[in-house]
């Protein structure tokens, strides 16, 4: 699957808020990928919100302290890999801005700033993943959020795996790098521009053709999820990362989970 020995790596998931309350697929998705790749993944119990909720409110004494966190809880870690752009972003880009001028923090959070990683750039850039035994029956389209892409440099590297997944045609959107609207507190200070934009957004992806959209941030997918549900579309939602586990034996977003009848008591 690798051409790098990775047996002797370790990595910290960094599974995200969004990630461990509404998909926890996602994160046993992202950990199945690197150990299949032979790394040791950890997700350890001490992680918290990265602190961009508040940093984005201009709150930077609680992002700072939120930051402060997350960095004792990866320290050790060879990597500390999200399956999301955004939250990456936080940690490599903005945590080192946090602790300026703080000498005792600010190098340990460049550190862990230098050590970070979106899973997909992750997997294509420093693992160097090939040979993928992942199957998908669908054409699926592929949505650029805008911190994976702006921040963390991941553009080819998402369509780079995909093309490794048996059975899967993968389309362009035409618009595949604009906004979908949901910039988290974007969509709540400003929704009526937030609900045009992600119209935009789904009336793009319809035009494509697809049966499938996939992207690598689940607020991105949520956003675009429900939206494509109010519009009665029936085109499938999914993070990346189950795809190119071969995990999508649960519904996609915004579909609900069929639950298992109880079982009559006999006699």
Do not use: W
């Not at 001490?46 to 939120?66: E, F, H, L, R, V």
């Not at 045609?169 to 045009?196: M, N, W």
């Amino acid at each position: 699957m690798s051409e790098t020995p990775a047996r002797s790596i370790s990595v910290g998931l960094f599974a995200t808020c969004l990630v461990d309350l509404t998909r926890p697929s996602v994160g046993f998705a992202s950990a199945k990928l690197m150990e299949d790749a032979g790394c040791r993944v950890s997700v350890p119990q001490a992680q918290s919100c990265c602190g961009q909720p508040a940093y984005n409110a201009g709150d930077n004494a609680d992002a700072a302290a939120i930051a402060a966190n997350v960095i004792g809880a990866f320290e050790g870690f060879d990597y500390v890999v999200a399956p999301s752009g955004s939250c990456a972003g936080m940690i490599k880009h903005h945590y080192p801005s946090l602790f300026a001028n703080d000498p005792e923090m600010r190098p340990r959070a460049v550190a862990l700033a230098g050590r970070t990683f979106e899973l997909v750039s992750f997997l294509a850039d420093v693992l160097k993943v090939e040979n993928l035994e992942a199957a998908y029956d669908g054409i699926a389209t592929y949505h650029d959020s805008c911190s994976s892409l702006r921040e963390m440099g991941v553009k080819e590297q998402p369509r780079a795996l995909l093309a490794q997944v048996k059975g899967m045609t993968l389309t362009e959107a035409p618009e595949s790098e604009i906004c979908c609207g949901f910039g988290g507190l974007f969509c709540v200070k400003y929704p009526d521009i937030s609900g045009r934009m992600v119209d935009a957004k789904v009336d793009d992806i319809i035009a494509t053709g697809a049966d499938t959209l996939l992207a690598g941030d689940l607020g991105c997918l949520m956003n675009i999820a429900g939206r494509l549900h109010r519009r009665g579309s029936n085109i499938r939602v999914r993070h990346i990362a189950e795809v190119l586990a071969g995990m999508t034996n649960r519904p996609p977003l915004g579909e609900p989970v069929e639950k298992k009848k109880p079982r009559k008591e006999s006699g």
